[in-house]
């Protein structure tokens, strides 16, 4: 039986699903825009330092826009997880990664077909290129299929000019894990929100 915990030290809310044998954390969003974040540096230090220490088996990371920011968390948590992955996508990338104890044997990634507005330059998420990053990984025999996906960022809950993408994206995310879902033994959703 797989127990839900969060983990509130460090500030970031880490989600986090245990059994016996197999952890896996949702990390809450990275925010990690170079030279629009705050603390970004610090943020992406505490996210390496606490994956270094949880011990997870596989993490799903998103909202890292930099792939220097991967790369330094990369060679942080090379120790504890061998096998890891950046998805690009768009201009600025993605910003979906993972880190992995188990090989990861392939990866796709699927980009999203609305993915806001090129004229909201504040809003970044055209830029990006939301997405769903698939990794095919063998976990004591069996093949996993693990999602990754980053949906568009909800900016004003009253008028929310982004609900039809956000719907359109679930609805192509739904019917990506139907088709190629079907092909594996398990598979994991990691799903991005704001609060």
């Known amino acids: 039986m797989a127990a839900l915990a969060c983990c509130a030290h460090c500030g970031l809310g880490v989600a986090s699903v245990r059994d016996a044998r197999h952890s896996l954390c949702f990390l809450p969003p990275a925010r990690a825009i170079c030279y629009l974040s705050k603390l970004r ?5 505490l996210i390496g330092d606490t994956l270094s ?9 998103q909202e890292v826009w930099s792939e220097r920011d991967y790369c330094e968390l990369k060679q942080k948590l090379t120790a504890p997880y061998p096998y890891s ?4 996508s768009g201009v600025i990338g993605s910003g979906l990664c ?6 990861i044997l392939d990866t796709f990634l699927y980009q999203y077909s609305l993915n806001g507005y090129p ?9 990006c290129g939301k ?18 996906t980053h949906l568009h960022a909800e900016y004003c809950r009253d008028k929310d000019a982004y609900l039809p993408h956000r719907v359109v994206q679930a609805w192509e995310l739904a019917q990506f894990i139907q088709e190629i879902g079907v092909r594996a033994g398990l598979a994991w959703r990691g799903r991005g929100h704001r609060q």
Do not use: N, T
């Not at 993972?98 to 090989?103: I, L």
């Not at 004229?119 to 830029?127: E, P, S, V």
């Open 119 to 127: 004229y909201m330059l504040q809003h970044g998420d055209w830029f």
């Open 98 to 103: 993972v880190f992995s104890r188990y090989p």
């Open 85 to 88: 992955h950046y998805f690009k």
């Open 41 to 45: 540096q610090e943020r992406i230090g």
């Open 131 to 148: 997405a769903v990053g698939l990794l095919v990984i063998k976990i004591c025999g069996i093949i996993c299929h693990v999602y990754v």
């Open 53 to 61: 220490q949880e011990g997870f088996d596989l993490a799903l990371l």
